[in-house]
């Protein structure tokens, strides 16, 4: 499971013009946010300032400034930083994390939401032609 795909699905569908709804900002957030996600986790371990949540803290910060570094913010990859902290499942995938389950969801997600936008418009706009 990957609840942050959750707030993907929220933003992508009901919000497709936002700017971190766009598909760049989704797919290159959940790229370079779990790239920068996973090398600090390599670097630093689960234990940095066990007791004051310091991985945690580190992660979300690195994916916070990696997307504000490449300006692809997408706040769902915030959340998705905290799996690595604290699922074991998400830590045993090692670099796979970088693509699965987040950014391929995503993906997923986007296709599907340009999809049914797209057939959305196209019976918005055959209703408006039916009623000039």
């Given at each position: ?45 689960e234990n940095f300032l066990k007791d004051f949540g310091g991985t945690r803290a580190l992660l979300v910060g690195g ?70």
């Amino acid at each position: 499971m990957c609840p942050p795909l959750g707030a993907v699905a929220v933003l992508v569908f009901a919000l497709p013009k936002a700017p971190a709804s766009q598909p760049l900002s989704v797919a290159a957030g959940f790229l370079f946010g779990s790239i920068a996600v996973y090398s600090i986790y390599t670097v630093v371990g689960e234990n940095f300032l066990k007791d004051f949540g310091g991985t945690r803290a580190l992660l979300v910060g690195g994916a916070i400034a990696a997307m504000k570094m490449t300006d692809t913010v997408h706040p769902p990859v915030g959340a998705y930083a905290v799996l690595m902290a604290d699922v074991p499942a998400i830590k045993a995938l090692g670099p796979k994390y970088i693509l699965f389950p987040g950014l391929a969801g995503a993906l997923v997600l986007v296709a599907v939401s340009l999809g049914t936008n797209a057939v959305k418009a196209m019976i918005s706009g055959a209703s408006k032609g039916k009623k000039a």
